[in-house]
């Protein structure tokens, strides 16, 4: 009952439960985070918009973002991950999301931002029901913590439409 | 001891969670620098339908299962059965290449799990163990 194994294993489960339980406090302290985050999305300019070889509509844009997302982190965050996705529906389709950029948020200095960019990923739809159609821009963030839960939520920006004829 | 109290909050986690494998190691860096190789991902599997941004763990008949982002999602009107596709974080394309079927899109029943929490590390227990069966 006292051999080396037997002091070893009790050892070790101790450890690790003790380290499990400083895990979960450590993910429950993210709790106590009130976010207020801010950002705004203007569409500069519609570089092109065409109907594909094989039939679907493709657009290419050019947007300034701009964001505050200070307020997301804690002691706990690893790094942030945002993304702008494009949001309409379609006759067809009750949603459509499509990710149009996407960045890493290492550190909370760096969540204060502005940047010009086109879109990473290319704006296809699922058909040609793009022209002039209204659709929404949704910033969403996932908090990924050193530990522990991972929180995602986004800002919905509205009024945004393509144009009604091909460019 | 360690055995046992691990069985009990592996069969918890299943009963919790309602997922099949309701832990998953990870085993590629194609997540970085968000999840690394040896990380463990919490699972979730509800019936809340699949929207861009959640991190999913897919397997479509392949070895082993992947945990990427979900980018684009196209969910019909009527069937509300939806097209979704994945790619990881630190990939420069999307995964469309890796997809078994002819398919272009995942789909739902694919999906095994939501991944909503993590633990850094614990994961190498499990790499080690299947690439030195010795031990």
């Known amino acids: 009952m006292h051999s080396f194994g037997y002091r070893l294993n009790g050892l070790l489960t101790f450890a690790v439960t003790i380290l499990a339980l400083m895990c979960v406090i450590a993910s ?53 991950f945002i993304f702008v996705a494009a949001e309409y529906e379609t006759r067809k389709n009750s949603l459509n999301q499509v990710s149009l950029w996407d960045a890493i948020i290492p550190a909370k200095e760096r969540a204060k931002f502005w940047i010009r960019s086109s879109n990473k990923y290319r704006f296809v739809d699922h058909g040609k029901n793009l022209r002039g159609k209204e659709f929404n821009l949704t910033l969403h963030w996932h908090v990924m913590p050193k530990t522990g839960k991972m929180f995602a939520d986004k800002i919905v920006m509205s009024g945004y439409s393509l144009p009604e004829e091909y460019i | 001891m360690v055995i046992s109290s ?75 059965e939806a097209d979704i596709l994945t790619k990881g974080d630190a990939n420069p394309h999307d995964d469309r290449m890796l997809y078994t079927s002819s398919n272009r899109w995942l789909q739902r029943k694919y999906i095994m799990g939501r991944a909503v929490g993590f633990l850094p590390y614990v994961g190498w227990l499990t790499i080690i163990m299947t690439d030195k069966p010795i031990i």
């Open chain 1, 28 to 80: 429950l302290s993210d709790n106590l985070n009130i976010p207020s985050p801010s950002a705004e999305i203007q569409i500069m300019n519609i570089n092109w918009f065409q109907k594909q070889p094989k039939g679907s509509d493709e657009v290419s844009l050019r947007m300034n973002i701009s964001a505050d997302l200070q307020s997301l982190f804690t002691w706990n965050t690893k790094q942030v």
């Open chain 2, 6 to 80: 691990a069985l009990i909050i592996w069969k918890g986690l299943i009963y919790i969670t309602g997922s099949e494998s309701p832990v998953v190691v990870v085993l590629s860096g194609s997540m970085e620098p968000g999840f690394k190789r040896g990380d463990i991902l919490f699972l979730n599997m509800n019936k809340d339908p699949i929207r861009a941004g959640q991190i999913v763990v897919f397997n479509d008949g392949r070895d082993v299962p992947i945990v990427h982002r979900v980018i684009e999602v196209h969910e019909q009107r009527d069937s509300k």
